[in-house]
Each structure stands twice: as C-alpha cells, then as structure tokens.
C-alpha cells in the first residue's frame, strides 16, 4: 500500500482524498500530496535504498503508488559527475553535474515524471493518456504509453524543433502539432480533458507526475554520500521540478537519510521567457505572464502552473535567479561540450549559462558543492546550434591533403618526422 494519507490545499489547505484531480474546488489552489514520513521512517533506510534496484524505483516507498511500479523500470539513477574542468572555468572546487540527459528511454528529466505519472494513470484505470508538452514530455508520453501499451493524445506547439516531433512520432502516438504557443496548447489541453476524460499527466494527474521530479533530488543526495548540496541551480519551465528537488531533500532529512539541508535552490530561465526568474529578481509577489520568445523551446512557458510555488521555493531556501540571452545558451552548450564532453539541449545551455552569471555574481564560495541540473540532450536541438558549431575540415582521402588541411588549418604544431 501507498505511504500518501492524500492531497492538501497549498493555498486554503484543504483535504481531499487520491483521485485524478489538481486543484481545489473551493480556492483553485494546486493540490499537493502529503506523505506519513513517520511510517516511511520505519521502512526505510540507506541499506534498503541500497538494496533496491538501480533506478528511480528504489525510493518507491517515498512515491505516490499503490502497488508495484509497471512503467518506466529502467528510469533514473543517472550519473552525477565531478565537473572538475567546468568547475576551473567557473572558479568553482566542488562542481558537479547531475545528468539527466542520459535518462532511459528519450532522454531528459521527464522520463521520472511520466513513469510516476503513468504508473498512477494504469491504477487509477485509465485507457487513454495524453500531455500539454513543450517537447520532452512528449517524447516520453509517446514513448511510455507505447511500451505499456496504453492510446496516447500529445499536444504539442506547431513550431517545435524537428527532433522532439520525430521523437514523438516515432512511438506510433497521435500528436496534435497546435498553432499557438504552449500556453495556448496548456489551455485547449484543459478543455480537452474535461471533454474526453483522458489521463492528462500534466494536468488532472500533476500532483502525481509533479513528485516523479523528487527522485532527482534524493539521487543528488544518495550520491553525494548521503549529503545535500550547499546550492542547486535548475531550469525552470512550469516550475514543478525546481520544488520537488527541494521536496526530495527535505523528506530525506525528515526521515533520517540525511543531517541536514543547506542546500539554496537557484532558479534559470531564458529572457525571453523568464515569468519565474523576472519575479524573483525583481522581488515581486506578483507573476507577469510573458509571450516566450527563446530557443530555448523546452522550458518556454510563459504562464507556469507552479511558477508562484517555484519562486517561492527559491526565497524560503536563501538561493537566487538569474535568466540569460540566445547568445548565452549558446555559449554555454559549447562550454559544457568542451569542458566536460556532454552535449545538452538549450535548457542545459540555459543552467550552465546561468550558473556561471550566478558565480560571477557572488552567489558561491569556492569549496561550496554546487550541482548544476542538466535535464535533456542536445540531439535534440540541433537546430539552435547548428550554425554555431563550426564546420568539419574537409579533405581527400590521402595523407598529402591531410598533411596540407593539418597544417592551413593549424591543427597541429608540428608534425613528426
Ligand atoms: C520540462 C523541462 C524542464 C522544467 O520542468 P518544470 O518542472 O516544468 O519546471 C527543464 N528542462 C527540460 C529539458 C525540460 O524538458
Ligand atoms: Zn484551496
């Protein structure tokens, strides 16, 4: 059985009971699940973490299901790597990069969520699922339902990058390319779930799929020693994933797994789309929705669901914002590239461009441990950088125009004998 005693009100508080449902009927306040930490104390502990299996089901105990999971199995436990090269450029000692562009199966952060959110759809009986997405989550919508064998609806905006359509396509999924921005696509969503009844993730089940993103934060701990960071900067799109990886820590602590929870939560966006960031630099208690206008696609949501929670996630935790340019992101997919051979999309660009503004700012010590969330793959957005990389060096296939381009092109300083 489930460790969730239900949903609360984040705004009035009240109670309701697990079902498919968001918000709340009396104040329209998002609902937020609500554990019995005390009971989950009793059953787990580092060795049976330990003893699990080596992904993102292993803190199933601390996830919203009732039984065992049935999507997903190989999502998660993604590495966390000592950025030591990104880290010398950013004046940095204890840099680390938590990389969920290598997540199983379509490559982002958003694998965790739709496994949590569909295990929970197929409980609840659902048939049918669907996604308000800006990329990623159509992706891993498509391809979850199609391994579990369940009809998917993807609601995406028509001027995606080629990659997240392809990658959606090929699941056999029915994807509605929208003319209009995600918040247009987010709202007829909303119209189309009343209408059909369909397991919107996103949506009627966000409270599920929202706690998916805790597992990113509890495996930042667990790999760290058993230890929370001292800072953790993330990008932000509807805002869930920033909150829950503060969630995630602070269960942790709750129940024992770790002392304490330092950590200040850091928030990244791009400027043209920066609701979540522009409030908290402005320290305003108002969102001023915007009209996106980035490369940056995946985290381009100019209303976000959660951007209140998320701002003020970032206050309560002591941490900061900072949003960047298209010429910023640019730049900072290429450093992560060349420092530390990981190649990320342009909400990756976004955080590593972010995190360098936010040390250049003062924000870390030296010796702090930072880690910088990098939650999707640049294979997937060639498009943004393509004409930012350079070009191959083209030559014949003999050693004298190898040894004429070697030379033209001073790509070696001498050669040998
Ligand atoms: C969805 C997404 C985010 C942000 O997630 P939210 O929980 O909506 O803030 C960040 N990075 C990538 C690559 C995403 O696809
Ligand atoms: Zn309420």
């Known amino acids: 059985m489930s460790n969730v005693l239900g949903m609360k009100c984040r705004e009035c508080g009240e109670n309701y009971p697990i079902a498919p449902v968001h918000v709340c009927e009396l104040c329209f306040g998002a609902l937020e699940l609500q554990y019995d ?35 997903g199995l190989n999502c998660g436990y993604t590495p966390l790597l000592k950025a030591d090269r990104l880290g010398r450029v ?95 696509v987010n709202r007829l969503c909303a119209e189309a779930g009343d209408k059909y009844g369909w397991a919107f993730v996103n949506i009627n089940l966000r409270p599920f799929y929202g706690d998916g993103s805790k597992t990113f934060g509890y495996e930042i701990a667990e790999q760290l020693g058993w230890k929370a960071p001292d800072h953790v900067v993330v990008p932000c799109a509807g805002g869930s994933l920033v909150s829950k990886i503060y969630k995630g820590l602070n269960e942790f602590h709750k129940i024992g797994l770790i002392d304490s929870v330092p950590t200040k939560m850091y928030a990244a966006q791009a400027t043209g789309c920066n609701p979540i960031t522009s409030m908290i630099t402005s320290g305003s208690e108002v969102m001023r929705p915007v009209k996106p206008n980035t490369i940056a696609k995946s985290i381009a949501i100019g209303n976000p ?82 004409d930012h990389m350079g070009r191959p060096t083209f030559i014949q296939a003999n050693l004298s125009s190898l040894d004429t381009a070697l030379r033209a092109e001073k790509l070696i300083a001498t050669t040998a004998g």
């Open 37 to 71: 930490l005390e009971a989950i104390a009793t059953k787990v502990s580092r060795e049976t973490i330990l003893a699990g299996p080596k992904s993102m089901w292993r803190y199933k105990e601390l996830l919203p299901i009732d039984g065992e999971p049935t999507v």
């Open 90 to 184: 950013l004046g940095l000692n204890n840099l680390y990069i938590k990389n969920d562009s290598v997540n199983h199966p379509t490559l982002s952060f958003k694998d965790r969520v739709v496994s949590v959110a569909l295990t929970k759809a197929i409980e609840f009986g659902y048939k049918t699922v669907a996604c308000a997405s800006t990329g990623n989550l159509a992706n891993s919508v498509a391809a979850h339902s199609a391994a579990a064998g369940l009809e998917s609806y993807i609601f995406i905006p028509s001027d995606l990058e080629q990659g997240k359509i392809l990658a959606s396509l090929v699941y056999g999924t029915n994807v509605l390319a929208v003319s209009g921005n995600y918040d247009e």
């Open 305 to 386: 669901a959660d951007g209140y929670f998320a701002a003020e996630t970032v206050r309560r935790s002591g941490g900061a914002a900072a949003d960047v340019t298209d010429p910023e992101i640019i730049e900072g997919i290429r450093l992560l590239g060349r420092t530390e051979g990981i190649f990320t999309e342009t909400a990756g660009g976004v955080t590593i461009a972010v995190t360098q503004k936010l040390a250049q700012e003062g924000h870390f010590g030296k010796d702090d441990i930072v880690v910088i969330a990098i939650t999707g793959n640049g294979l997937k957005t060639q498009e943004a950088v393509a």
